[in-house]
């Protein structure tokens, strides 16, 4: 994961629009020429919908998020941007293989490429930024924040992930815990 923050013009489209890691087991794509573009932004809010919170503290009814994501080419980058959450913290973020959900576990495990026969997936040979995509990112002093990660295979036709779940902190790298970054505060569907 390469997390940055993006153009201040992309972090105000996405939202004006409404709004050392360790060896893993993946084989890059071959490459394609078919793409594929999908661009969300929505309002976080209790109990269902596009986009909701589990955490009114850390992500309050009413906040925003927004997610763009480019597959093609053999790769797939996905962006996070965030605002009126909670200010000068850091959020795990993922994707996740099922829609958002009532309960925080209802969007299901992260999505992994290369899938990890034991679940829930702890083992960094398997839960790490390569075969997943995490997108931790750090909000500013007004509850704004951007991230992207770009990884070397594209979604597979019959596995999309359909959501993106923010947690309660950085995620960890460490054995027994890879992947793992707390509760699940929030939620935004998407169609990858």
Request: charged residues 20%; glycine residues 10%.
């Amino acid at each position: 994961m390469r997390p940055r923050h993006l153009l201040p013009g992309l972090l105000g489209a996405l939202l004006a629009a409404g709004c050392g890691t360790p060896d893993t087991v993946i084989q890059p794509a071959a490459a394609t020429t078919s793409t594929r573009s999908v661009q969300v932004s929505e309002t976080f809010q209790e109990g269902a919908g596009p986009a909701v919170t589990y955490d009114q503290a850390l992500v309050p009814a009413g906040a925003r998020g927004a997610v763009q994501s480019r597959s093609g080419e053999g790769t797939t980058t996905v962006r996070l941007a965030v605002r009126g959450v909670e200010r000068n913290r850091v959020y795990g973020a993922h994707v996740h293989m099922k829609p958002c959900g009532p309960e925080p576990d209802s969007a299901g495990p992260h999505f992994q490429y290369s899938v990890d026969p034991a679940q829930p997936s702890t083992d960094p040979t398997f839960a790490n930024p390569q075969n997943e995509i995490w997108l931790d990112v750090t909000t500013d002093d007004t509850g704004a924040g951007s991230t992207e990660s770009t990884v070397a295979w594209t979604f597979p036709p019959d596995r999309r992930p359909k959501s993106v779940v923010l947690h309660d902190h950085a995620t960890s790298h460490e054995p027994g815990e890879a992947g793992e970054a707390g509760a699940r505060v929030a939620c935004i569907n998407v169609d990858f």
